[in-house]
């Protein structure tokens, strides 16, 4: 079955950077679409990043474009979403998804808390 396991988060400041990590088995990685989304208290989830994994091309939303990269690493079946230039308005919980990650059959890992605050 899928399996999603996601690290790297952590607390930190305004404008500094955070590397999170999903490493995926149970499915074939190399030929997906993986996604990253987040959960801020009290609201839905939020599509933060999406990956063709075949190809590497990834797209973002207006509201991390060009502070956040999506990246993988077919050797590893693992994913990495690079923040830089973090506010506390991207405090939330991060999934790492396989296909798109707001569906509601979307399998997702875990989780993993970012928090960025002064």
């Known amino acids: 079955q899928v399996q999603l396991v996601e690290s790297g988060g952590g607390l930190v400041q305004p404008g500094e950077s955070l590397r999170l990590t999903c490493t995926a088995s149970g499915f074939i990685f190399g030929d997906s679409v993986m996604s990253w989304v987040r959960q801020a208290p009290g609201k839905g989830l939020e599509w933060v990043s999406i990956i063709n994994t075949r190809t590497g091309s990834a797209n973002y939303p207006d509201s991390v474009k060009g502070r956040f990269t999506m990246s993988r690493d077919n050797t590893k079946n693992t994913v990495f979403l690079q923040m830089n230039s973090l506010k506390p308005e991207d405090t939330a919980v991060y999934y790492c998804?396989?296909?798109?990650?707001?569906?509601?059959?979307?399998?997702r890992g875990q989780g993993t808390q970012v928090t960025v605050s002064s």
């Open positions: 998804a396989k296909g798109i990650g707001t569906a509601v059959n979307a399998p």
